[in-house]
């Protein structure tokens, strides 16, 4: 995975990490992966699970709130809200001292993201 997110690097796109948060799987390594795609030059949009109908599994079990994530990711960084916008419905948050903006998005509104960004929303 890591070669060809550098490949893609390499061949001139930004590129940006899109998330999807959730309880079980993944909740506790999101301030990892937020550190890592920052360090690499990224930007992170987390994203809250949705109901999605008929589909193989049910994931309703897995749903993590972005507004609790953005609470747990305030024990690591500063999160400051940012007066951008994305055109979408993530809300921006400035992330700590590297002063990069964190994107927050929630499904009504969802995504959680920060520049290299996190988006939480």
Not at 73 to 94: F, K, M, N, R, V
Request: hydrophobic residues 40%; contains cysteine.
């Amino acid at each position: 995975m890591h070669a060809g997110i550098a490949a893609a690097q390499g061949a001139g796109p930004e590129v940006k990490i899109n998330t999807v948060a959730l309880a079980h799987d993944n909740a506790a390594e999101l301030p990892e992966l937020i550190r890592w795609s920052h360090g690499e030059g990224m930007d992170l949009t987390l994203i809250e699970t949705m109901p999605m109908g008929e589909v193989e599994a049910d994931r309703s079990d897995q749903f993590l709130s972005l507004g609790d994530v953005r609470r747990e990711l305030a024990g690591y960084w500063t999160l400051t809200d940012l007066p951008l916008s994305t055109g979408g419905p993530a809300a921006l948050c400035e992330r700590g001292r590297d002063r990069r903006p964190a994107r927050l998005h929630h499904p009504a509104q969802p995504t959680i993201s920060a520049r290299p960004a996190i988006a939480c929303g």
